[in-house]
């Protein structure tokens, strides 16, 4: 069974970087047709795919968040993460990894990190 489990600050300064990192364990992000992303979820409002990486490592990016998002990967660690720059409190969110063999296809979730960005 995958499991993921988000880690990184549940708070952080506006114009400032978020950081998340993802540690996959039951399987590896190196997979072939494997995919890992990035979803948030605003309070009061849906889902929002932020991008992904594939097994081969090629990143995939949402066209609103791709200006200022960056997903990268450790592969002897089997996590992968996110940098999220120049943050607004409009970035506030639960902040989810999920995995799965389709770019949006999100077989396996972890349990979100709340991130608020506030001074």
């Known amino acids: 069974q995958v499991q993921l489990q988000e880690s990184g600050p549940g708070l952080v300064k506006p114009s400032q970087t978020l950081s998340l990192t993802c540690t996959v364990s039951?399987?590896?992000?190196?997979?072939?047709?494997?995919?890992s992303s990035w979803i948030r979820q605003p309070p009061g409002k849906g889902l929002e795919w932020m991008g992904g990486?594939?097994?081969?490592?090629?990143?995939y990016y949402s066209p609103s968040l791709k200006s200022h998002t960056s997903i990268s990967r450790d592969t002897s660690k089997n996590q992968f993460s996110l940098q999220l720059s120049s943050v607004t409190p409009e970035d506030t969110a639960v902040y989810y990894c999920?995995?799965?063999?389709?770019?949006?296809?999100?077989?396996?979730w972890g349990q979100g990190t709340q991130v608020n960005v506030s001074s």
């Open positions: 990486i594939r097994y081969d490592g090629n990143t």
């Open positions: 999920a995995g799965g063999y389709g770019l949006t296809r999100w077989d396996y």
């Open positions: 039951g399987g590896s992000i190196t997979t072939r047709y494997y995919f």
